[in-house]
């Protein structure tokens, strides 16, 4: 959307666009521009998407949660741990997944668009090291994941790598110099950028010459996949299902069988996986229904009184939060392309640094000033004709890292994964040497080529484990 027919407008076509849209600071440094940041400052004006931004700014295009149906709103149907489905055994939608693997009708895409900035990581958070004991990083874990499974099942697995501008270049770089990790399809897709305002509405600077940009969400996955030209390739090839999941989880089960023929034998266009909340304000996206329509309801939109309603039981009726583990069939993403079923964005306040276009000055706010826009891609639950709720365990398949210590952050995820493995090899002998809390007392790994899961461990694996010290297993 929004791709200007000549990618470096000239200094007339900027000034006419920028008076239309009431955005003619943008220039107020262009006399004291060399030649190249001139071209540099045209060529970003003349990415912007002015009816959008305009559209935004008009609130037409904007989520607008007071309109939610609060007073409709209960919670969803869902696929219980230990149960079978609707119409359909759990062994049986293991099989089917099994069955979609061995065919090559899936393809999986990580959404990694963010930078380690809150971890105070320079780069990509994908190349952070997060491996407890290898210290490799998260992109190498999944990429061992999905090459464990291409070997397990004898078919391509294609890899979708979703950056944004602020990172494309550096997740490319990192994904060549290792070859890929041996995977058979790496394809790279970039998300759309969005320029970020005051609250009047009016365009920051990042630099004199450099429009302030931010990525605009998950849900610029529809866009991005469909003017890359990648999903029509992909449905072109035979493939129907997407497995979706973000980078910042080191434990999720990438294209867990399961969970695929759970999707494809329900029928459902869109999947996803919940986990019981730890508590009603934990940071995750809830799933309910009103009407008969799924939605996920950002957690800071849900009233209180929903957020602390309780059943008969004192058990919290709210309690599936979404980690962003989905499943999608193809054709639905392609169906979310057409004008039936326009994107909504989130207003996001955030602190954003800025040139002070009066000054000159260089701002680095110590307050949110401004307004980023977001996509997101639970949004479009209500558009599917049919939709799959399942469970989930959060120790064996959710470890966030959005900082370095404390909750959800790289040490506890680091501690999560060991427990995990120790899980594994103490259901295969191993005495699991443990701290009072019940986490691992000596970390552990293992790696995804070695064992995709509890079941591919060898049956004398507890004999390779060391008396002491750390328990690395490739």
Known sequence: MGIPTTPFPTLQEAR????????????????????AERETLLAEIGRIDFDLINRLLRDELIWDASRLPYDRLEPPEIWRLGRDGPCITR????????????????????????QGTRLGFPGPKGTLPVGPVSGKSLFEIHCAKVRALERKFGAAVPL?????????????????????????????????????????????????????????????????LEESGLLDELLDRGLTTLFYFQVDNPLVKIAEPFFLGAHEGTGAEYSLKVLRKRAPDEKLGVVARADGTYLVIEYSDLPEILRDARDARGEFLYWAGSPAIHVF????????????????????????????TTTGAYVTPAEPNGIKFEAFIFDTVPY??????????????????????????????????????????????????REPDGLAARPAEIHPTFALDPEDLPADVAARIPAEGPVYLE
Not at 16 to 35: D, G, K, N, V
Not at 91 to 114: I, Q, S, T, Y
Request: aromatic share 8%.
């Open 16 to 35: 006419a666009t920028l008076a239309a849209a009431r955005q003619e600071h943008l220039l107020a440094f262009w006399p004291q521009l060399s030649e």
């Open 91 to 114: 062994a049986d939608a293991r099989a089917k997944g099994e069955a979609m693997l061995r065919a090559g009708k899936v393809a999986c895409l990580v959404a990694a668009g963010g």
């Open 160 to 224: 979708l790598v979703m950056t944004s501008e602020a990172n494309d270049e550096d997740t490319r770089r990192h994904f060549e110099l290792n070859a890929d990790w041996g995977l058979g399809e790496v394809r790279f897709v970039t998300q759309e950028s969005l320029p970020s305002v005051d609250f009047q509405g009016r365009i920051f600077l990042a630099e004199k010459h450099r429009i302030a940009r931010s990525p605009n969400g998950h849900g610029g996955m529809i866009s991005a």
């Open 329 to 356: 069939s193809l054709r639905f993403l392609a169906r979310l392309n057409d004008d039936d079923h326009p994107i909504r964005y989130h207003r996001a306040f955030k602190k954003v640094p800025h040139v002070d």
């Open 384 to 433: 599917a004709r049919r939709v799959l709720v399942v469970e989930g365990v959060r120790e064996e398949e959710f470890a966030p890292v959005k900082s370095r210590t404390g909750e959800d952050s790289l040490e506890s995820a680091q501690r999560m994964m060991a427990s995990l493995h120790w899980r594994w090899l103490a259901a295969r002998g191993a005495a699991w040497p």
